[in-house]
T-cell receptor, first 112, second 110 residues
Framework: SQTIHQWPATLVQPVGSPLSLECTVE??????LYWYRQAAGRGLQLLFY??????ISSEVPQNLSASRPQDRQFILSSKKLLLSDSGFYLC???????????FGDGTRLSIL | EDQVTQSPEALRLQEGESSSLNCSYT??????LFWYRQDPGKGPEFLFT???AGEEKEKERLKATLTKKESFLHITAPKPEDSATYLC???????????FGKGTSLLVTP
C-alpha cells in the first residue's frame, strides 16, 4: 500500500514570505495527487490535483501554485504568503477517480 | 451545487453506548461516498467506500450504510479509542475532487 510523506509537520512563516511544501509518495506509480487545505470549522477544500508529471489543475483561485516535477513528488508553493493562507495542508494520492484517496499527516502552517 | 452535510457536529457517548452519525448529500450522479476517521493533528484515515444505495460495509465496531440521499455510520458499543472526527465525502462528477462535509467530532468517555 502507498505511503505519503509530507514535510515539514509544522511551519510558522511571516506574511509576505515564500512557501514550499513537499509531498512524496511511496508504494505506487503514476498516482493522482492532490493538495487540500483544512481550515478551522470548515471541511477539506481541494486546492490542486495532478494526474501526471507537469499536469496541474487548480480548483480555486488563490495565492498558491503547485508543481509535479516527478511522478511521485508534488509541491505546493507561494511567492508571498497572506494571513489567509494559514491552515492545515494535506497531500493525498489515489489511483482511479472513484477509488479512495489516501492522505499524508499534513503540514500545519501559521502565518504571523 | 454538490453539498455534503454531516450531523451532529459533535457527539459525546458513554463507552458501550451505540449511536449513528449522519451524512446527507446532494450530488448529480454519485460516483462514490467515502468515510474517513481523523485524529487531532493527523491526516484523514480511510474507512469505507460505498457506491450504490443499499450497500453496507463493516469494520470492527463500525458499519456504514448508504441510501439515495444519505449515509449513516453506525458505531456499536464504542470504546474511548473510537474518539475522533469522522468525515464523509462524495466523489464529484468531475471524477477527481472529493467534496467533504465538516465532520462529526465524537468523544467516547469511559
Amino acid at each position: 500500500s502507498q505511503t505519503i510523506h509530507q514535510w515539514p509537520a509544522t511551519l510558522v512563516q511571516p506574511v509576505g514570505s515564500p512557501l514550499s511544501l513537499e509531498c512524496t509518495v511511496e508504494g505506487t506509480s503514476n498516482p493522482n495527487l492532490y493538495w487540500y487545505r483544512q481550515a478551522a470549522g470548515r471541511g477539506l477544500q481541494l486546492l490542486f490535483y495532478s494526474v501526471g508529471i507537469g499536469q496541474i489543475s487548480s480548483e480555486v483561485p488563490q495565492n498558491l501554485s503547485a508543481s509535479r516535477p516527478q511522478d511521485r513528488q508534488f509541491i505546493l508553493s507561494s511567492k508571498k504568503l497572506l494571513l489567509s493562507d494559514s491552515g492545515f495542508y494535506l497531500c493525498a494520492c489515489g489511483t482511479d477517480s472513484n477509488q479512495p484517496q489516501h492522505f499524508g499527516d499534513g503540514t500545519r502552517l501559521s502565518i504571523l | 451545487e454538490d453539498q455534503v452535510t454531516q450531523s451532529p457536529e459533535a457527539l459525546r457517548l458513554q463507552e458501550g453506548e451505540s449511536s449513528s452519525l449522519n451524512c446527507s448529500y446532494t450530488v448529480s450522479g454519485l460516483r462514490g461516498l467515502f468515510w474517513y476517521r481523523q485524529d487531532p493533528g493527523k491526516g484523514p484515515e480511510f474507512l469505507f467506500t460505498l457506491y450504490s444505495a443499499g450497500e453496507e460495509k463493516e469494520k470492527e465496531r463500525l458499519k456504514a450504510t448508504l441510501t439515495k440521499k444519505e449515509s449513516f455510520l453506525h458505531i456499536t458499543a464504542p470504546k474511548p479509542e473510537d474518539s475522533a472526527t469522522y468525515l464523509c465525502a462524495v466523489q464529484a462528477p468531475s471524477g477527481y475532487a472529493l467534496n467533504f462535509g465538516k465532520g462529526t467530532s465524537l468523544l467516547v468517555t469511559p
